[in-house]
Every structure is written in structure tokens, then in C-alpha cells.
């Protein structure tokens, strides 16, 4: 299974980012797929995830309102839409497959940068 996140880059205050997480090697549509961010010198920490079945979502209260995530199981591929940037969302941010059933069955990809700053 590969996992490969892309979207991210230097963006102003204010702005806004779209991040792409794009999986192969196994059934994408049964799994939770969620997003997670790691500062430098903080851990890493839960920012939104998608179930598999009628997609609900969750959001981080520092992300409400601010971020979207969606999913399109057709191209194989979770979204999250990253408006009203502000610094403190700087981080790597790293997108996990979980299995619906077998906890301990995840996939994480190799992050994506994303960095606020004027």
C-alpha cells in the first residue's frame, strides 16, 4: 500500500491550500481515512478524518470552520481544503489509512509540508 499526500507549500496568512492524499495497493473505500499535522518540537496531532461509510467528518477545534475534508473514492483520493491559514498551522502534515475493522492495520504517507508565513 502507498500513500502519498502533495499540495503543500509556503502560503501567506490569510490563505488558503488544498492537500491531496492519494492512496493505491488496496480498497480505498472502506477505509477511515484521516489527517494529522506534527510541528516542529510538538507531536504529532489529529487534524480532521472522513469514515468510509456516508462520510462523516471531524475537525481539531483549532481547525473548524477553517479546514474541509472530503474524499472521492473513485480517483482513490482524500482532500483537505485549508482556508484562513493562519501560522500556528505550520506542520508537516501526514494523512493515515486506517482499517475499518482491524485497528492495527493503518498506512501513514511521508507528510507534506505546509508553512504560513508572511
Known amino acids: 500500500v502507498q500513500v502519498v499526500e502533495s499540495g503543500g507549500g509556503l502560503v501567506q496568512p490569510g490563505g488558503s491550500l488544498r492537500l491531496s492524499c492519494a492512496a493505491s495497493g488496496c480498497a480505498f473505500s472502506p477505509y477511515v481515512i484521516s489527517w494529522y499535522r506534527q510541528a516542529p518540537g510538538k507531536e504529532r496531532e489529529l487534524v480532521a478524518d472522513?469514515?468510509?461509510?456516508?462520510?462523516?467528518?471531524n475537525y481539531a477545534d483549532s481547525v473548524k470552520g477553517r479546514f474541509t475534508i472530503a474524499r472521492d473514492n473513485a480517483k482513490n483520493t482524500v482532500y483537505l481544503q485549508m482556508n484562513s491559514l493562519k501560522p500556528e498551522d505550520t506542520a508537516v502534515y501526514y494523512c493515515k489509512l486506517n482499517h475499518p475493522v482491524i485497528r492495527t492495520l493503518y498506512y501513514w504517507g511521508q507528510g507534506t509540508q505546509v508553512t504560513v508565513s508572511s
Open positions: 472522513i469514515t468510509n461509510v456516508g462520510g462523516a467528518t
